[in-house]
């Protein structure tokens, strides 16, 4: 059976929801500090799982027969930057238990997400390469190198099958993201309906990766069920859908609301995301798993518009 830590985030909530309509609700155990997403505890099994201490984890797994975690809790870049030691003590002890589990062969498989927040100031920003110069800035950013070298550390060592994507800025309806810098992205269109204007935390010609959640999913169940001799990255894989700016994103939100208005307000996220790459090349990913995004940036927007308008 599958276990998802962190269920209750913006990416652990709609891979619960995929996993479970391919594998059976019985067969995807979510789990999340509270039971904060209904949604999640109405549809299947739902534990209180605390992703920092390894007994609950350990006993969830044993009482369910669990085989496979997918860690999804963490700490992310702007939270992250206000909480630096929570962050790290999160970010890091939850990655270690789940490795720790898989090398006592008390499961079998582990996806864990990594980010473009690995990249820093000095990576090339254009088609950021899958091996590169890498000196995040962020304290998430550190946490997720650092937890790529262990994630690839415990593959080679102890023959660990741990998976991982660089997760671009991730946009999606279902779930609100929390304490992130890509964000904005999310907001602007909730902004767009409910007051047809929006002021973003970052500045108009700010290009970043970005993907729609759609595609992350797709983009994680087919990473998961490739072939292991097939996985051949084993720190992370890059991968990315469109990049863009927020000026870009405007235009498109334009074209659905013409009296949609943009301001910019550049706050201490505008620092992050200048660390970060402007587009990803993700060649790896799609010779080693035929990975292909669907949505580009006017699909995304008629999709979030269609949906949070219901
Ligand atoms: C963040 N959404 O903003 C996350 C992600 C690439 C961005 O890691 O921190």
Known sequence: KILIIGAGGQIGSELTYKLRAIHGDENVIASDLNYNNVGLVNSGTFEIIDAMDYASIKICCEKHNVDTIYLMAAILSATGEKYPMKAWDLNMQ???HVLNLAKAKAIKKVFWPSSIAVFGPTTPREDTPQHTVMEPTTVYGITKQVG???CQYYH???????????YPGIISWKTLPGGGTTDYAVEIYHEALK?????????????????YMDDAIDATVSLMSTKEENVQ???SYNLSGISFTPKQIAESIKKQIPEFEISYTPDFRQQIA???PSSIDDTEARAQWNWKHQYNLDGITKDMLKNLSK
């Open 148 to 150: 790529e070298r262990w």
């Open 274 to 276: 200048d660390s970060w």
């Open 156 to 166: 080679e060592k102890y023959n660990v099958d741990v998976r991982s994507i660089r």
């Open 94 to 96: 939850s990655l270690f």
């Open 195 to 211: 007051a047809k204007k929006y002021d973003c935390f970052l500045s108009e010609n700010t290009a970043l990766p970005m993907m």
């Open 233 to 235: 990255i084993r720190s």
